[in-house]
């Protein structure tokens, strides 16, 4: 599937330049040549596939060109500051050739890189389609009504009526909001492309203008998410050494031209006299000098990074850049590709676009949304857009039809850094929907490539899940005691059975060993958009517990990113657990990120109703919640700054992701929905109550049936006696609703009045939620944790199994 080789000519004065250029293309036949007059010579004995040359009389050059090698891909490199090469190529271009331009000023390497995309492209097949294709652009406000000649992975060519004016398909002019049509259904969409060249055609009965046009190889992804700033010094260091460690291209480019970016070869970060250097090769052609600001950007975890940096030394063979002090990170809302392990593999069948050929492949990689397989650019044709109806073969040999289109075509990478050689393509495919079935596949296959000890454990019985957590000396809830008759397993096995059902809505993951359950870990939607990581619980006296613990938790975090509508993550533990503690409240405090994160702490509060006191006569007045209610508590909320709080628990005003999330668990057979009881005060409520309703078992702690206190001024003199209403209030309706106790989750100011009224205090929690554009940078924190718990230490800093547990 590889490119075949090709012959390339270059022709340039400079003698470095021209063995710089034939190395890089050296998998390539290259010819190197001086000037103008010998190329032509060269051109006569054989002609070339791709020509380089300077802009100097490209005119009279290129006619030389279309005589000797008319099929030739022409490249003109030219400096930005040539301003007589660049006149010389614009006058080129208003006579009608057809032609490349590169930046001289790139470094050799991104002269390459380029070169080789443009052979890439020019080896891509062109088909004839295998019926008519109806085509229609708009182009500067006007629709115009097109045939299709033939299409490319990159370009195609229309037939345009006569009828439309030439004067307006100038070369390089951008075409907007192409679609390709087949009997009135929609085979490729394009959002832009651009004219390479137009030329009249009156060989027919009915002249028509051919115009060649090319487009990207992938169509963009919006980024919805802000850029936030990383101000730590430190961090910034860490996470430039792990780009350089990971090879990851360094790019560089002026504050005031964003647009043209040079690669930083052989970056390499070290101390000099006590300072952090960025240093790289110079190879000539670094076009910055010292004392030059430029913008540095770079990838690392697929999240993206720039900051500011300076050229502190330009040498004769290297150059050194200073380590920018901040750097922005940009959120882009994305899912994470993984490979597929031996025992799930996909294979992906559908009929070409445009030929209509039947097409099957081996998927490559996968996410939530999407996969990717390889293909011959050399003779198959699936431009980026096109619309696929596929099937999907499972590893369970099932096969579930779904729509797809096409949202990428490049090169397949090569781990080796010395093999330069063209690639086979992959193809990058995002599903338009995602059936259950599919989507339930291919979690299970993320798992499974994730860690090979864990498995689904919505297949095993909840009873022998529950005897390895009364095993590891966990306790969840004194509603659900170890031991006994344990009568309360039915109603929360018939929650385990639903959850197993509906995938999305929760997980339990088991790590097993030679047959046997040695941990557990479970996810919730606790909220519509927000994954709650709880009942984390390994076997004691195990050998590897940490690692256990370690590959549980990480997983059940990777899980709720890879369902698509989860937007953030969260987990509790008790502050009175050592080990989870500082491990938390570290994770927290480095990761603090104002808008995308927050730690907050309460107390459990929990009170059996045969204990409850009688409510007093004379009690304030408490009423349901309206929409005008909603509304003031998140401008209450977010008057606290407390956003993510809002956004994470569906506390905005409109209540359509309640509605949406009481109706999934409704699908599923479980029961999910939130009250809200309020006391007014003169101005509007002074005291509010959010009570949590669901399906026990969904959290074996019954967070998803307690309650939260929201109180609008704590020193108005009625505050104390609206809260105390309120907890009222909340006993009689857990009483109301068949419950064993009542669960209040309040602050530190509010734990005295509960424990005064009967509750008892189960202890103080914290709770870490995070946007999920931060998992990537999470999980590295979490792993270099559990790595250096790895390295031999003292007995006493073990953590027990009953530390390592979560909620």
Known sequence: ?????????????????????????????????????????????????????????????????????????????????????????????????????LDDSLTVSELGRRLTSILQHRSSARVTPASTLAVRFRLNGVTYPSGCLDVGNFGAALRVPLTASIGAFIQGTALEDLVFERHGKTVLQVPRAFIRHAQQVHATQQPYLRLGITWG???????????????????????????????????????DTPSSHFRLDAPVVELQDGRAVLRGLNDGAFPADVGDVLQL??????????????????????????????????????????????????LVTFHAPINGERITR??????????????????????????????????????V???????????????????????????GVRLLEVPTKIRDAIHDAFMASRSGASRDGGQEKLADIWKMMEESHYTFHPDYPFGGEAGYLDALEHTHRRLAEAKDLGRSILYADAGAIMGHVGGLRMHSRSWLVQHLAVRPGYHRHEQIANDLTALAVEMGEAIEDVEFLRYMWRSDNRWPNRLGTWLARVMENRGFSMLRAFHYMRLPLELAPQAPATMLTVREGTSED???????????????????????????????????????????????????????????????????????????????????????????????????RCIAHARARGRPSAVGLVADEDAPLLASMGFGDQGRFCEWIFHRSMVRRWCDLWRSLFERLSRPRRASAQPSSEDASCT
């Not at 963009?220 to 350089?244: G, Q």
């Open 1 to 101: 599937m590889s490119v075949p080789t090709q012959d390339v000519l270059i022709v340039h004065p400079n003698e470095g330049r021209r063995a710089a250029l034939a190395e890089v293309l050296g998998v390539h036949r290259v010819v190197a040549v001086e000037s103008q007059v010998e190329a032509t010579r060269r051109m006569e004995s054989t002609a070339p596939t791709l020509i380089i040359a300077p802009p100097e009389n490209a005119r009279r050059f290129l006619r030389h060109v279309d005589r000797a090698a008319p099929e030739a891909v022409r490249v003109f490199v030219c400096s930005q500051s040539d301003r007589q090469g660049l006149e010389e190529l614009v006058e080129t271009a208003a006579e009608g050739h057809v032609f490349n331009t």
């Open 297 to 346: 950007s770079f990838e690392v975890g697929g999240q993206s990074y720039s900051g500011a940096t300076s050229v502190l030394r330009r040498g004769d063979n290297d150059v050194a850049l200073s380590v920018p002090r901040s750097v922005g990170l940009q959120n882009r809302r994305g899912l994470q590709r993984f490979r597929l392990g031996p025992d799930h593999r996909f």
């Open 217 to 255: 190889e992938g169509l963009d992804e919006p980024v919805t998410a802000p850029t936030s700033r990383m101000r730590d010094p430190v961090i910034v260091l860490a996470l430039l050494r792990k780009a350089v460690r990971r090879e990851t291209p360094v790019w560089l480019h002026y504050l």
């Open 401 to 427: 039809p779904c729509r797809a289109e096409v949202r990428s075509v490049d090169a397949v990478n090569t781990d080796s850094r010395f093999d330069r050689s063209l690639r086979p393509y992959r193809c």
């Open 630 to 728: 909603r509304a003031w508590l998140e401008a209450h909320l977010r008057a606290r700054g407390e956003v993510v709080r809002v956004l994470a628990e569906d506390l905005q005003a409109e209540p359509d992701a309640e509605d949406q999330m009481r109706a999934r668990f409704a699908a599923a057979g479980l029961y999910r929905d939130r009250r809200m009881f309020v006391v007014d005060g003169e101005h509007g409520p002074l005291a509010l109550a959010l009570v949590e309703e669901a399906s026990p078992g969904l959290s074996y702690i019954e967070v998803t049936n307690g309650f939260w206190l929201e109180v609008a001024d704590r020193s108005h003199p009625l505050a104390k006696r609206a809260l105390e209403t309120l907890v009222h």
């Open 362 to 399: 081996s998927v490559l990689d996968l996410s939530g949304r999407g996969f990717a397989f390889p293909f011959d650019a050399s003779c198959e044709v699936l431009p980026a857009g096109s619309q696929l109806e596929v099937s999907l073969l499972l590893p369970d040999g099932s096969e």
